[in-house]
Every structure is written in C-alpha cells, then in structure tokens.
C-alpha cells in the first residue's frame, strides 16, 4: 500500500507567475484534501474533492483552484503568485468524503513554495 | 476554520520527564485528532477520539476527549529524544458544519538526553 506522495518537494517561483502542485492519493483513498502551512502555523484548509468535485472550501481566494483526476490523483493551481503564498502546501487522502471520522487521514510531505 | 488554542508554544524538558499538552475550541468538535511533524514531513496520526470523554492510549501517548467537546488534551510519558517535534490538535466539526479539519498552532517539543 502506497501512501501520499506529492511533488515538486521544493519551488521557487516568482511573484506573478502561476504553479501547479501535484498529489497522489494512498491507494483505496477518493478523497483528497489541500492544506496550506505557513512557517510557525498549523495547516490550513483550503479545500477538498470528492469523486472530481469540490466539496468544501476554506477562505482562500478564487486564485486557488483544484482538480481531482479519475484515478484520485489531484493538482493544486494558485494563479498570480503573492509573496504571502509562500508556505508547505500538504495534502491529505482519505476514504470518505470528510463527514464521518478522518482517521483515515494521510498527509503527504508536502510541497514547499518559496515566492519571490 | 477557526485555529484552535493549543499550549504551551514549545517545552523543552529532560528525557524520562513526562509531558502535557492541551488544546481549546470556541466551538464543538466530533473528532478530535492529535498529529506529530518532523522536518520536512507532513503531519502522522498519533491518536484519534470520536467520543466526548474517551480516554485513548498509544504506547506512552495518552489523550482525552474533553466532555464539553470543545478541548482535548495530549500526555507523554517518559520522554525519549525521537519524541522531539511539533505536536498538532486537530478537531472535525459536526456534519454539515463543513469538512475541513481544524488545525492548532502546534506544541514545539524539545528533549535533551
């Protein structure tokens, strides 16, 4: 049984520009989570998809978008890069669409943003 | 989401010290969850409670369930130095009071041999 992986493991980009993180799910997960960790901070949520759609969504701009592949796989596309986007950007797979116990549960390393 | 209250900041204690951490909601929760991060990791499961007043343990990791569902706390015994790290509450709201979990500003966790 495969885990969270998630690339790249680390980005430079600049301020502006447009990134596109990468994640696939721990194997019999359909339920992707996106989280944002800035330094100091415990994550954040941004969203979730269930079975390729959004069903939940943090207080992030519309700037952050996502998609949920078939195959459970996901992106994470932040457009127009602020310096405040920099962060560990982690996501998490789970079995059920997130109502009922996450012990499921399994984050990925996460990816770090640096925005210069 | 809200970010919970979760103290102390940091510890930084002598291995064979037990330690004690806590974490406070303004609203409830039905899952409290208590995670553990190295550097360069994403957060591990230690410990999960799905019920006011549960009392949960994991090999030296002890935790609880607060009976008013809006705290939690986490117990170490007998520090080692690989205990060392940030600790992490985590609380899930009822249904339909959204998916996302709540996260703590996390305990950073020092152990000197």
């Known amino acids: 049984e495969t885990g969270v992986t998630q690339s790249p493991t680390h980005l430079i980009k600049t301020r502006g520009q447009q990134v596109t993180l990468r994640c696939s799910s721990q194997?019999?997960?359909?339920?992707v989570s996106w989280y944002q960790q800035a330094l100091g901070q415990g994550p954040q949520f941004i969203f979730q998809?269930?079975?390729?759609?959004?069903?939940g969504r943090g207080n992030f701009p519309p700037r952050f978008s996502g998609l949920q592949f078939p195959n459970y796989s996901s992106e994470l596309n932040v457009n127009a890069l602020e310096l405040d986007d920099s962060a560990l950007y982690l996501c998490?797979?789970?079995?059920?669409?997130?109502?009922?116990?996450?012990?499921?549960?399994?984050f990925g390393s996460g990816t770090r943003l640096t925005v210069v | 989401g809200q970010q919970l209250n979760q103290s102390p900041q940091s510890m930084f204690i002598q291995e064979g010290e037990d330690v004690s951490m806590n974490c406070t909601s303004s609203s409830i929760f039905n899952t409290w969850l208590w995670y553990k991060q190295d550097p360069g990791e994403g957060p591990v499961l230690l410990i999960a409670l799905y019920k006011a007043g549960e009392l949960t343990s994991n090999g030296r990791l002890t935790a609880q369930f607060g009976i008013t569902r809006k705290d939690s706390f986490l117990n170490i015994s007998a520090s080692i130095p690989s205990d060392v790290g940030i600790y992490f509450c985590?609380?899930?709201?009822?249904?339909?009071?959204?998916?996302?979990?709540?996260f703590g500003k996390g305990t950073s966790l020092l152990v000197t041999p």
């Open positions: 998809y269930y079975r390729e759609e959004e069903n």
């Open positions: 998490a797979s789970s079995l059920q669409g997130g109502g009922l116990g996450n012990y499921g549960y399994t």
């Open positions: 985590a609380g899930q709201p009822p249904p339909g009071s959204g998916y996302a979990l709540n």
């Open positions: 194997s019999g997960h359909n339920t």
